[in-house]
């Protein structure tokens, strides 16, 4: 993930929003990072407080819906950054379906869609943005 967001930084350059997102300010500043870093920390502690107090599930994925939303665009408000982010919400809820159902190594306590609950995706969208602005920092650290 973080390579596939700084090839992809790389191939779009020339957007306005990516020359931002990769700037010194940003992807070069250890307070920024930080920062996103916390917000993402206090969405997954929000996520597990919804789950733990019984929220329905739809109430969970509008709320970590909403987060991952303000996150992305607080943090990246790149296309590809967007594009990671849905990857992933699609992509790690269905790779956890195989570890839940076929190797049986995870399971939750009020799963809904198949041995998952559906909003978990949502969190994923989160790590994605900090993982991309994570593999920014690096390569901004290497190429100094």
Request: with cysteine.
């Amino acid at each position: 993930m973080l390579v596939l967001q700084v090839l992809l930084d790389e191939y779009n350059a020339e957007d306005p929003a990516t020359a931002e997102a990769t700037s010194d300010g940003k992807a070069g500043s250890l307070a920024f990072n930080l920062l996103m870093w916390g917000s993402i920390v206090s969405a997954f502690l929000l996520s597990g407080y919804v789950y733990l107090n019984d929220y329905p599930h739809w109430q969970c994925s509008g709320i970590l819906a909403v987060t991952a939303f303000l996150n992305w665009k607080a943090f990246d408000n790149t296309k590809q950054g967007l594009f990671l982010a849905a990857l992933l919400t699609v992509g790690a809820p269905l790779t956890e379906v195989v570890i839940v159902n076929g190797l049986h190594l995870w399971h939750y306590d009020r799963p809904d869609f198949f041995g998952v609950p559906h909003w978990a995706g949502w969190c994923y969208a989160q790590y994605a943005t900090g993982t991309g602005n994570f593999g920014r920092y690096l390569w901004k650290k290497l190429k100094a």
